[in-house]
C-alpha cells in the first residue's frame, strides 16, 4: 500500500471527488422523490445565509457548508447518503472489478490513524482518505470516523479511496478524548456488545473496574459479556465461581477462559460469532490471546495489518475490527478504562446497580446515596448478606469518583 506512486494516486482521488455532475444528478433524483412527503418548511433563517443564495439546494454542499444553519447540513447528507446508497445498489460490484470514482460504495471501518482509514468492503480492504468537510463538530464527538463505522467509498480505481460520509451509528462506545475532557471520542461504533475481559491472576480480578465495564455497557446500549481469563492459575476453580455467583445472579453471562489451555474457548466462540464485538479490559489480562485461541488464524490477519503501517509488537496500542467466523467481527481495543462513566449523576449509578437498587425504596430517606445515612436499607441488606460485599464497595468507589 505504501509505495511510491502514494502521492499520485492521492492527488487524483482527490481530483477525480470533484468531479461531481453523476453524483449531482443522482442527489436531484432523491430530492425529487424526497418532495412527495416533505413536511411543511420551516421559516428559513435568512440572515444565517449570503443574501444572494435564493435555492441553496441548487449549490455544492461545500461552498455553504459554513453558513448553514444547524440540521440542513444534516439533511443534506442525508439526501446525498440516500442518493449514494441508491447508485451504489443499482451497480452492485459483483466481479470485484474497480467502480467509476463517482459510484460510492458502502464499507465498514476497520482501522484508523492519523487521518486515513482502512474500510472494508466486501472481500477486500481499501486504504482511504476523509472528505474535507466531513465534521465531528456537531456531533459532540472529536473523531469524525471509529473503527466500526459504516461509510460511503470513492474509489480511485487504482487502490485509494476517500470517505464521502459516516452512515448513522447504532451505538457508540466512547470516552473522554485525551485533550478535550468535556468531549468523547468514539472507540468503536456500531458494536452489537461487549466482551468484558478480566483476569482471575495476573493482573487480579478487579470487581471495580469490572462493574465501570458493566455501567458503560449499559449506557451505551451493548450487550455485556463477562469473561474471566486465565483460570489455569487458579487453585480452585470453584473459587472463581463464587466471585462471580452476584453478576450470574444478575443475568449476565459468565466465561471462565483460559487461553493458554482452552478452557471455555468453545463457549467463547459460539458467543462472538455473528456479532460485532468490542473487547475490553486491562492491558495482560489476555484479550488478543483469547481471540487468537478462538479463532487461530485471526492472528496472522492481525499480523498482516501491522506489518503495513510498520508496527510490530504484542501488545495491542491501536483498535482493530477484525473479522470473526462467518459474518462476525472482533474489536481488540488497548487497554483502557475509561469510557463510559462521563457525565454520569451521582444519583443515577444506583440504578446500575439493580441488586442494590431492590432495596432501596425501604430506605428511611428518599434521596439517601445508601453511604452514610442512618437506617439505610440497602447498607442492611449488605449486613445481612442478601447484597454481595464486593458489589457494595465497587458501588461506594465509583459514587466517589463521581
Ligand atoms: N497463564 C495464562 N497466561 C495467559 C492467558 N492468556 C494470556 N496469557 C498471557 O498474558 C499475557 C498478556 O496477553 P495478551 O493477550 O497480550 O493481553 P491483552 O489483553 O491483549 O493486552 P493488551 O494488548 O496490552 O491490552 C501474555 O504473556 C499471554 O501469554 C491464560 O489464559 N493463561
Ligand atoms: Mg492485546
Ligand atoms: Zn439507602
Excluded at 82 to 98: D, F, H
Aim: aromatic residues 6%; proline residues 6%.
Amino acid at each position: 500500500m505504501a509505495d511510491k506512486s502514494h502521492d499520485k494516486h492521492w492527488q487524483r482521488s482527490i481530483k477525480m471527488s470533484f468531479e461531481k455532475e453523476p453524483e449531482r444528478r443522482q442527489i436531484q433524483k432523491v430530492k425529487k422523490q424526497l418532495k412527495h412527503n416533505r413536511q411543511p418548511k420551516p421559516t428559513r433563517r435568512k440572515d444565517w445565509q449570503p443574501a444572494d443564495l435564493a435555492d441553496p439546494d441548487e449549490l455544492d454542499f461545500e461552498q455553504i457548508e459554513r453558513v448553514m444553519p444547524r440540521g440542513e447540513r444534516e439533511r443534506r447528507r442525508t439526501i446525498k447518503v440516500m442518493a449514494l446508497t441508491e447508485a451504489a445498489e443499482a451497480e452492485p460490484n459483483g466481479t470485484g472489478s474497480p467502480l467509476p470514482p463517482e459510484t460510492g460504495q458502502r464499507g465498514v471501518v476497520i482501522k484508523v490513524s492519523s487521518g486515513l482509514c482502512r474500510v472494508a468492503l466486501g472481500g477486500r480492504t481499501l486504504m482511504c482518505g476523509l472528505r474535507g468537510s466531513l465534521s465531528a463538530e456537531e456531533t459532540g464527538f472529536t473523531n469524525v470516523v471509529a473503527v466500526g463505522d459504516n461509510v460511503l467509498v470513492f474509489e480511485d480505481g487504482v487502490g485509494w479511496g476517500i470517505v464521502e460520509a459516516v452512515l448513522p451509528r447504532r451505538s457508540a462506545l466512547a470516552r473522554p478524548d485525551v485533550f478535550r475532557s468535556h468531549l468523547q471520542q468514539v472507540i468503536v461504533a456500531n458494536a452489537d456488545q461487549l466482551l468484558i475481559v478480566a483476569a482471575w491472576r495476573n493482573p487480579p480480578l478487579w470487581p471495580e473496574l469490572l462493574d465501570r465495564y458493566l455501567i458503560a455497557a449499559a449506557r451505551n446500549k451493548l450487550k455485556p459479556l463477562i469473561c474471566v481469563n486465565k483460570i489455569d492459575l487458579a487453585e480452585d476453580v470453584a473459587a472463581c465461581e463464587a466471585a462471580l455467583q452476584p453478576y450470574q445472579a444478575l443475568g449476565y453471562p459468565v466465561l471462565l477462559t483460559s487461553a493458554l489451555t482452552g478452557y471455555g474457548i468453545e463457549a467463547l466462540r459460539d458467543s462472538l460469532q455473528g456479532r460485532v464485538t468490542a473487547l475490553a479490559g486491562l492491558s495482560g489480562v489476555g484479550k488478543s490471546s483469547l481471540l487468537a485461541a478462538a479463532q487461530p488464524g485471526l492472528q496472522l490477519r492481525t499480523g498482516a495489518v501491522s506489518e503495513s503501517s510498520g508496527e510490530g509488537r504484542h501488545t495491542t496500542t491501536q483498535v482493530a475490527m477484525l473479522p470473526f467466523g462467518e459474518r462476525g467481527f472482533v474489536v481488540d481495543t488497548p487497554g483502557i478504562r475509561e469510557f463510559g462513566l462521563s457525565s454520569l449523576a451521582k444519583n443515577e449509578l444506583i440504578h446500575f446497580y439493580p441488586d442494590l437498587a431492590a432495596f432501596a425504596p425501604a430506605c428511611r430517606f428518599a434521596d439517601c446515596t445508601h453511604r452514610h445515612e442512618p437506617n439505610c436499607a440497602v447498607k442492611a441488606a449488605v449486613v445481612a448478606g442478601s447484597v454481595s460485599t464486593t458489589r457494595y464497595d465497587s458501588y461506594q468507589k465509583i459514587y466517589e469518583t463521581l
